[in-house]
């Protein structure tokens, strides 16, 4: 029985047009609930001649929308409201998830858009903090939150949402069980002949105190604590482990460990292989291994005789470079992660330690090496990566530490044993590239007269740049066998004339033997 009621609008007072009352007898206008998307009071208009439409009031012509009269027609029933829930129940707690099930009381006479559940570890959860929808359906619904962590108290409470806004179930609060322990197998370094560095992490206790943790290893895979095993403390955070008694050029495999009072978790699994053979140079083991008829030492030299911080820059003296510490106590940058696992960055002077540059096979420049060992040449370098062939980078590359990502892998297989690491680099503008790159110095220059290295990134490639550039150093075994007669030079670099009894100067020499020297003297001619 609608009526063609009119409307009473400010429209015409305000713009001097008529009377603000009109369409008696022609318009049927009626207010609803609701609001368009632009927040305006939506309206039933009734028209003899249109028929039923849905127009906003700011239609009819004036910002005071809601100012205006219109008719109003009642329907018979309670008013929409936010949706009621069920307290929820919980049917399973675990170390880090929920079971939960909860049911829809109400949907407040309006339809349902969304459902679910909502957490948090402090009262009064909200969609803000975490939650789950769960597909509509039957009343009753259910879901397994995730990511929780162990021992740890949760509120939890279902919500649904319908046009008239979110409600809420009754909150509840719930304890995670404890659970294992998260750890993490993070770097194996310094591999020997006979023993190899392991660094492990507890990223996570598993809501009870880790009593012990440290790194199982065997020759097969997925060791456990039944095997070989290392403690090294309790509790979170990094640890590493001298893993000892190993066989040479064997290949092992090593987890880290926690345990706590609900058992003992492991991290993933990791390989690798033992050096051929080791020497000793200022107290620190090097292993070494044999590419083709190279050998080669198989991780970076770490001599440190002085620390330089990345401020100092030499294309003439030696400078000498732990990644990242900018101090100057050498016995606290030998205690730092970067020079335990990537060794020393020196710039070209440090490397040859005085020596005239040459590209010869041998290269015959000692250099900042140990007895019986040299610095390589460029064509050295280039018998190296000839032998492995066209993936040589690959080949050369340790399978731990290097980036991985949608666009390239750089992680290698090492093949070789030489265990090329990421160790980064030192230039003008400070350190960088960890973790990225690997870069070598040799003893050659390019025909633009600056200093060859050896690249490893996705590939390899030889290159040049200026010698107060800071790189890592790799030493290549004298040919020459045990028993051989000393191979010595000398260059005298300073003449400071000749007094009544005695003539002075400064001079520099190498000594490349694999027989330790009796004497060392030095023989003139008048």
């Not at 597909?135 to 929780?148: D, M, N, P, Q, W």
């Not at 401020?311 to 020079?339: H, K, L, Q, R």
């Not at 710039?347 to 040859?352: F, I, L, Q």
């Not at 010869?360 to 062939?389: F, N, Q």
């Amino acid at each position: 029985n609608a009526l063609p009621g009119g409307s009473y609008s400010l429209f015409n007072v305000h713009n001097g047009v008529g009377s603000d009352y009109s369409g008696r007898d022609k318009y049927g206008y009626f207010w609803t609930s609701s609001i368009d998307n632009r927040g305006y009071p939506i309206l039933r208009s009734l028209d003899a001649s249109v028929g039923i439409s849905r127009i906003g009031a700011l239609g009819m012509g004036t910002p005071m929308a809601s100012e205006h009269g219109y008719s109003v027609r009642c329907i018979l029933g309670d008013s929409p409201g936010e949706p009621t829930i069920s307290t929820v129940d919980i049917t399973n707690i675990a170390d880090t998830s929920a079971q939960l099930t909860c049911s829809i009381l109400s949907d407040g006479d309006l339809p349902l858009s969304e459902r679910g559940f909502c957490w948090s570890t402090s009262a009064e959860s909200s969609i803000e903090d975490n939650y789950i929808s769960v597909a509509l359906g039957t009343s009753e619904f259910t879901a397994t939150i995730g990511g929780l962590v162990s021992n740890t108290s949760y509120f939890i409470r279902g919500y649904a949402i319908n046009g008239f806004g979110i409600g809420y179930g009754d909150e509840i609060n719930i304890t995670t069980r404890p659970g294992l322990p998260e750890v993490e197998s993070s770097d194996i370094i310094n591999i020997t002949d006979g023993t190899a560095l392991a660094f492990g992490e507890v990223l996570n206790e598993g809501g009870i105190a880790v009593i012990s943790r440290g790194i199982c290893w065997s020759e097969s895979q997925n060791p456990t604590i039944d095997d070989h095993v290392s403690n090294e403390g309790e509790g979170i955070g990094r640890f590493s482990s001298n893993i000892k008694e190993l066989k040479a050029k064997t290949l092992y495999y090593f987890r880290a460990f926690a345990s706590n009072s609900e058992g003992t978790s492991y991290g993933q699994n990791m390989e690798f292989k033992t050096a051929e053979g080791s020497i000793i140079y200022f107290e620190k083991v090097y292993g070494y291994v044999t590419i083709g008829t190279q050998t080669w030492m198989a991780e970076n030299l770490a001599y440190l005789p002085e620390v330089s911080s990345s401020s100092d820059e030499s294309s003439t003296s030696p400078t000498y470079y732990v990644y990242d510490y900018e101090g100057e106590d050498i016995a606290e940058a030998m205690e730092t992660f970067n020079y335990r696992k990537f060794g020393v960055l020196y710039n070209w002077p440090a490397s040859m330690d005085g020596a005239p540059h040459i590209d010869a096979v041998p290269s015959g420049v000692r250099g900042i090496c140990p007895g019986g060992w040299h610095m390589p040449s460029e064509a050295e370098y280039k018998i190296l990566t000839d032998y492995l062939g066209d993936d040589a980078s690959e080949h050369l590359r340790s399978p731990y530490g290097w980036p991985t990502n949608s666009y390239y892998d750089t992680q290698g297989d090492n093949s070789s044993g030489f265990n090329a690491i990421p160790a980064g680099e030192k230039k003008t503008s400070g350190f960088s590239g960890i973790n990225g790159r690997a870069r070598f110095w040799t003893t050659s220059k390019s025909k633009e007269e600056m200093p060859v290295f050896l690249n490893i990134y996705t590939g390899s490639s030889l290159q040049y740049s200026s010698p107060e550039s800071g790189y890592s150093i790799r030493c290549v075994k004298n040919e020459n066998t045990g028993g051989s007669a000393p191979i010595a030079s000398f260059t005298i670099s300073s003449d400071y004339g000749l007094s009544s009894t005695e003539f002075t100067f400064d001079a520099s020499g190498s000594y490349d033997s694999e027989t330790p020297y009796d004497q060392l003297n030095f023989i003139w001619d008048w």
